[in-house]
C-alpha cells in the first residue's frame, strides 16, 4: 500500500536550533514527495517538492529536504528554527498514475521555544 | 486574486441539516479535490474530479455528493449532517497528475451541533 509515515507527531526546539522533521515513504518505485506547511487556521501551503531532478531540494522559508533512496526517506531541516516557523508539518506523496493522488503523513507539530 | 476559495469559511448547523461548500479555482488546472481534516490533523482525499469527471471516489458516505459544473468549480453537498462530520474540509486543484503539487484552499470548518 502507498503511503508516508513522519516520525513524530510533535517537535519542539529552541530558537535558532536546528530543524529535523522525518518523512518516511513505503514504495518500491520513488515517488514524487513534498512537504506542506499549515499554520494555525490557514490552510497547506507547498514549502518543496521533491520530482527526481535533484537529491536535495531547497524550498521556501530556508527549509529544504534531502531525498534518500536507500531510505527510502525525505527529511525535512532548516539550520536555525525561527518563530515563525511554528505550525503543522506535513509530508506527501503523490505517484504516477491517472489519479495523481496526494496521500499526506499523519503531520508533526513543530513548537519553537524562545 | 486568491487563487483557490471556498465559501463559507465557517459553518455551524444542526445534525440533520443540508449543507453545501463551494470551490472555485482561477490557476487553470484541470483536476481537483476536496480532502477532510479531521480533529486530529489527519487529511483524508475524499474525492477528485478532472475536467469535470469524477476520478476518486473514495470510501465516503453517499450522503456526501460532489459536483463539478465546470472544471473551475468543484462544491461539496452533505445532506442529512451529522455530529462525526464535523472537520475542516479543504479544497484543492492541480495540473493533471504529475509533478506538481497541489494548491489548497483555506479551509471551511463545519461544525455539527
Known amino acids: 500500500a502507498q503511503s508516508v509515515t513522519q516520525l513524530g507527531s510533535h517537535v519542539s526546539v529552541s530558537e535558532g536550533a536546528l530543524v529535523l522533521l522525518r518523512c518516511n515513504y513505503s514504495s518500491s518505485v520513488p515517488p514524487y514527495l513534498f512537504w506542506y506547511v499549515q499554520y494555525p487556521n490557514q490552510g497547506l501551503q507547498l514549502l518543496l517538492k521533491y520530482t527526481s531532478a535533484a537529491t536535495l531540494v531547497k524550498g521556501i522559508n530556508g527549509f529544504e529536504a534531502e531525498f534518500k533512496k536507500s531510505e527510502t526517506s525525505f527529511h525535512l531541516t532548516k539550520p536555525s528554527a525561527h518563530m515563525s516557523d511554528a505550525a503543522e508539518y506535513f509530508c506527501a506523496v503523490r505517484y504516477s498514475g491517472n489519479t495523481g493522488k496526494l496521500i499526506f503523513g499523519q503531520g508533526t507539530t513543530l513548537q519553537v521555544k524562545p | 486574486d486568491t487563487a483557490v476559495s471556498q465559501t463559507p469559511k465557517y459553518l455551524v448547523t444542526q445534525m440533520g441539516n443540508d449543507k453545501s461548500i463551494k470551490c472555485e479555482q482561477n490557476l487553470g488546472h484541470d483536476t481537483m479535490y476536496w480532502y477532510k481534516q479531521d480533529s486530529k490533523k489527519f487529511l483524508k482525499i475524499m474525492f477528485s474530479?478532472?475536467?469535470?469527471?469524477?476520478?476518486i471516489n473514495e470510501t465516503v458516505p453517499n450522503r456526501f455528493s460532489p459536483k463539478s459544473p465546470d472544471k473551475a468549480h468543484l462544491n461539496l453537498h452533505i445532506n442529512s449532517l451529522e455530529l462525526g462530520d464535523s472537520a475542516v474540509y479543504f479544497c484543492?486543484?492541480?495540473?493533471?497528475?504529475?509533478?506538481?503539487?497541489?494548491?489548497f484552499g483555506s479551509g471551511t470548518r463545519l461544525t455539527v451541533v
Open positions: 474530479y478532472n475536467n469535470k469527471e469524477l476520478i
Open positions: 484543492a486543484s492541480s495540473p493533471p497528475a504529475g509533478t506538481d503539487g497541489y494548491t
